[in-house]
């Protein structure tokens, strides 16, 4: 019986292994791949383009569905700026739970061709050695993509959950001016009032090809920007001094390059650590429970932070994004700024982060800049009614590996709703190399096998979840 038992994951494994290439596309996979090709090739780069091309194609498809136009929603801050909201009702009387929320949102980052390979283009859909190539491939229009493909699929099939569906594809997530989600919790909350969201924020880890664990995002870092600027009263350049505005800037910058805030855990992050010390080295494992029990062994926190990701997960980080200085090549320069991101940790207080890179650039002729005011959101909680259905679909279709809590290190858009005292998960089902991400960089991809897989995961837990009763 033990090797039985055995066999069942040893098996899912192996699918997940096995190349894409071989297979033929299933209808319902086809489907999908014929939306993800569209969004792609449509540029909907936050600075320089819009969503609502987007969203409308979308639209288009839910309506050559059959989705009555009552049920579709466009509209958004700006003409160019708009968000489609799409419901699927479900079996309603006054004893039906309130609806689920499965967001994706349309923008991308900006690319360039001449970024990128000579044989790609970002926003052309092109498949090369087992994955597809675009932008918004990986961020965020591959769950975009499925949860269209996906809802069109329960409707052909006449599926009728418990409790309402409501995908919303949204504008400005990627740090632009108007961003769609803020933009209807403010104005149409009735559209996306929901028991809870199903979003970006939480992958599949997989090293060497194998699956490792399966994330469940319910917190994530606020991000904030500080300016340090260095002021002089300039002059001539052929009479130089040492007083010089990008020379002071420059040290400090050098001395900041070496800080380290400390590290903090949280109620998420303590349980990530804990958990993903049993699927890595011997060596980080070791590490992550030691820092788990003392949060102040530097000897484990230096282990821990030879991974940039790991790093990012035990606290704090700012780094330098940007820099400026000089206002003429025959003059001293008189201001020199570098900009500081910073990625804080979700109870951190901006005026102590401020504080900190003020001490970490150790010059007192240097200015930084004003902190903003930043309120503390509680974690999504994570109780069984939603980590069992997660824990049930991943053990389906990837074995017994563990489903982890995270805390993302960059911003998504389920903070404006747990703000809104709205629950909100990151989880995606989709499989992608730790040691391979390329979300906002150059060859943006996706392994071919894994969208698909992650296509199945997404439809097997909206379907658990959509039925299930427990969750109010």
Partial sequence: MRHRRLLAPMLAAFAVAAPLAAQQLTPNQQALKDVYKELIEINTSVMTSGTTVAAEAMAKRFRDAGFPEQDIYMGGPRADKHNLVVRYHGRGGANAPKPILLLAHLDVVEALKSDWSPDLDPFK?????????????????????????NLIRMKKEGYIPDRDIIVALTADEEGGGFNGVRWLIQNQKALVDAAFVLNEGGRGAMKNDKPLFNELQATQKNSTNFTVTAKNKGGHSSVPRPDNAIYELAGGVARFSKYSFPVKLNSVTRVFFERTAAVESAELGAAMRAIVKNENDAAAAAVISKDPRYNSMLRTTCVATGLTGGHA??????????????RMLPDADPAEVRAQIAAAFADTTLEVSKAGARAFVEPSSIGPEMLGPVEQVTRELYGRIPVIPTMSTGATDSQPF?????????????????????????DERILIKALYDGQEFLYRLTKLLATTRTIP
């Fill in 125 to 149: 859909f092109i498949e090369k050695d087992g994955y597809y190539y675009g932008r918004g491939t990986a961020d965020d229009k591959a769950q975009g993509a499925i949860f269209v493909a």
């Fill in 329 to 342: 090549a025959n003059a001293l320069p008189q201001t020199a700024e570098v900009r500081i991101n910073c």
């Fill in 418 to 442: 747990r703000v809104a005292g709205i629950p909100a998960y990151g989880i995606q089902g989709i499989m992608s190399d730790m040691d391979d991400i390329r979300s906002h960089g150059r």
